[in-house]
């Protein structure tokens, strides 16, 4: 297999087919799902050890040795795999859905595409279905896994019982999953930090003062997004780089907003948000616009639907940028998952390309994607 990666910004005349993403979040469209709902360049052998992984169950007709230590999922001869989404709609979580289900007809595999019926449930809720994935017999299960002390338990009983797990757009450590696929939140962040330092030279800004907004401040991927976006900002930007305090969408754009507002009645020399997640570019963008702050204040954008289009170009949003969602849930995680299970080389990390789209790119964008803007 070819590995697919792309760390460098790609311009909208030479775009595939994509769909929004926020940096381990959900959408703001994201709408429930029930568990009853059914809906990559060279790669390099993993790194997980064979002691890092333990199976006690049968393949090809005989027992496993009790406490044997294996990588091989060779027993898995007719798939059935479960991927435990963060939110069901939307124009990230989807097309996710879509393309997961468009590749596992293609392959002829059994499975399904599960989320939390309510926004806000978490880990807890993403667990509730993976443990339920686990008792109706899926041998490939799929999960976001944000802190993983709480799939703990759940992580030690599929590895007893021989079901491959693959952390989905969540990065758990090569110590608890055997592989995963999504965005590589570090390196997300630093793509939005190096924009931010060309947009601060354009706009003739000497010092940054950010305020950092996530859907939690608890979220350990986001937090490495944070981290990426101020490593950007190390490589690329030679003045100083000062924080102004930190929010929290708690998955809602509008709580986003009103965050912001608080921070800016609190220090008005902001002048970069950092937006962490699907909900805060949103609530970012909706302050700008009705604070006429644009050219002021920079903030990007999560998605590449109509609306962040919109804004980028009415100057509220200074880029946009998501992967290629449908890829992501389609042939990346079905290859990789296909790769384990027939002992080829793999890689741990699976990062789908990077786009982003700016200001002087979003007519020719929407143009060849279809997208209607005023």
Request: include cysteine; hydrophobic fraction near 40%; aromatic fraction near 6%.
């Amino acid at each position: 297999m070819k590995m697919r990666k792309l760390f460098a910004v790609i311009l909208a005349a030479s775009l595939t087919t994509v769909c929004a993403a926020g940096c381990g979040s959900k959408t703001a469209e994201g709408s429930a799902a029930t568990a009853g709902t059914e809906t990559t360049g060279a790669v390099k052998e993993s790194t997980v050890k064979e002691s890092e992984m333990t199976t006690s169950k049968e393949a090809d007709g005989e027992a496993a040795t009790e406490g044997k230590t294996t990588t091989d999922y060779s027993h898995i001869e007719k798939v059935k795999i479960a991927l435990i989404g963060g939110a069901s709609g939307g124009n990230f979580w989807g097309n996710i859905e879509t393309g997961f289900n468009t590749e596992i007809a293609s392959r002829g595999w059994e499975g399904v595409y599960w989320a939390p019926s309510t926004t806000g449930g978490g880990d807890a809720a993403v667990l509730d279905l993976a443990e339920t994935a686990l008792i109706q017999g899926y041998n490939v299960i799929c999960p976001v896994i944000n802190d993983v002390s709480i799939f703990e338990d759940f992580l030690t009983r599929a590895s007893e019982d021989g079901v491959l797990v693959i952390a989905f757009n969540s990065n758990p450590g090569e110590d608890s999953v055997i592989a995963q696929v999504g965005i590589d939140s570090a390196e997300s962040g630093k793509q939005q930090g190096g924009q931010i330092a060309d947009f601060a030279k354009k706009l003739g800004i000497e010092e940054i003062k950010y305020i950092n907004m996530c859907s939690a401040l608890s979220n350990t991927n986001q937090q490495a997004t944070k981290g990426g976006v101020l490593e950007g900002l190390a490589e690329n930007f030679g003045g100083t780089v000062t924080e102004l305090g930190e929010g929290e969408s708690e998955d809602n754009a509008a709580t986003a907003q009103d965050a912001i507002g608080s921070l800016f009645i609190a220090n008005p020399d902001i002048n970069t948000i950092f937006c962490i997640d699907q909900y805060s570019a949103v609530g970012a963008a909706s302050y700008i616009e009705e604070n006429g702050l644009q050219g002021k204040v920079i903030a990007c954008g999560l998605s590449l639907d109509s609306d962040a289009l919109q804004r980028v170009k009415d100057g509220a949003l200074n880029a946009t940028s998501s992967v290629d969602s449908v890829y992501m849930g389609g042939e990346q995680l079905c290859s990789v998952a296909e790769a384990i299970i027939s002992g080829a080389e793999f890689e741990y990390k699976n990062f789908p390309p990077k786009i982003w789209v700016l200001p002087e790119d979003v007519d020719a964008y929407a143009a060849e994607h279809g997208i209607t803007l005023n």
